[in-house]
């Protein structure tokens, strides 16, 4: 294809900078997450623009008056950008159901590829995608910024030192102070997302992978609707449309708007046009508490548990990981490391400073695609990775 020439061509080094010629990128899905993304590819003064998009809201973004998207024309479908555009590279952000689809149009055209995670939420979608990438030779790039962050890779720099010595265990946790966002948003929509361990886990157990540099071996795993849905613990359970715009419950409900701002400070007021959905409805299938124990090949032991109704400063999301000769945890909320010594009465605390979107990993997924288009680099969180984690992820909701 002509496009495969094109990658022929750009996987040649181009000279930084001055002579770099301005970088064409394809959005497959100009969703929330991708759009900051893209945008955010702009502090590092590589030339670039987004010059196409695939999106079913397209009059919607014609009419925003956005000049960022100034020199965008849209498609109806990826096959005709792909054909026309001639792009440098595509960043693909629907929803998550359909990644694994839009990964595997845009594979025949061998092109630098964004691809937001989970990367697929079926087995099915996890062999068709593993097919499709198969000796791909273009960059892959998955939305995998927490092996990326600052924190994340400090602790592989102490871990492959040997200063820890060998990793026998791991201990994860990710308590979501935002996780209401998985049962009032489009996210409370099971088939769309397939659940929470491919919404939350797939990043931390993919940080797990990397940072101690092995893979599974087999797992265990357990879920549960404890308290939002229909599980009746907390509230009686509610239609699956109903809203808290108009709700009885408006000013006694505790996941109310009226609520959100006058018992937990959210906001300069009460979001009285809210389109928030209501949080105890039957129907949803996501889980709100969920454990996964892993062997990996080594024998190490992994436990990883998330919980998505801790809130405020209850936020926690890190490991720590245990050898003879040390431990070594982190937390990203407290943005710190600590490197505990076993031999001596030794405690090393590390903090990076500084302001860091998705702490930290943002801007280094956002360094790997623009290197990846203008040099042929390969990217440091790839699709082998990403399947590597859908597929943990699945196996531990199959065992749940």
Known sequence: MGAH?????LSRPRPALGGCSMLKVGIIGYGGR???????MGEFGIPYRVTAIVDPRAEELRQSGDPFLSDVVYYDTPEAMLEQAKLDGVMIGTRCYLHTEMACRVAPYKLPLFLEKPVAITFDQVKRLDSAFQGYAAPTVVSFPLRLSPL???????????????VEQVVAVNDVP????????????????????????????????YLIGQQPKQLCAMKAQSVYGSAGSVHKPMPFEQTCKGCAEWETCPESPFNLHYQRFE?????????RMCLFSEGIKNEDISSVIIEYQDGCQASYT???????????RGARFYGYKGTVDFDWYENVIRLYKHQS???ETIQPTGGMSHFGGDRELCLDFLRAMRDGTPSRSPISEGILSALTCLWARESA
Not at 306 to 316: C, E, H, L, S
């Open 34 to 40: 991708i759009s900051h993304m893209a945008k955010a």
């Open 5 to 9: 020439k094109r990658w022929g061509a």
């Open 267 to 275: 906001g300069d007021k009460v979001d009285v046009d809210s389109k």
């Open 152 to 166: 994340a890779q400090m602790t592989k720099q102490i871990i492959d030192s040997g200063s820890i010595g060998t």
């Open 345 to 347: 009465p030794v405690v």
């Open 178 to 209: 935002y996780g209401d966002c998985y049962f009032f948003y489009w996210y409370r929509n099971y088939e769309q997302v397939g659940g929470l361990f491919l919404q939350k886990a797939t990043h931390d157990l993919d940080y797990i992978h």
């Open 306 to 316: 998330q919980n998505v109704f801790a809130r405020q400063k209850a936020a926690r």
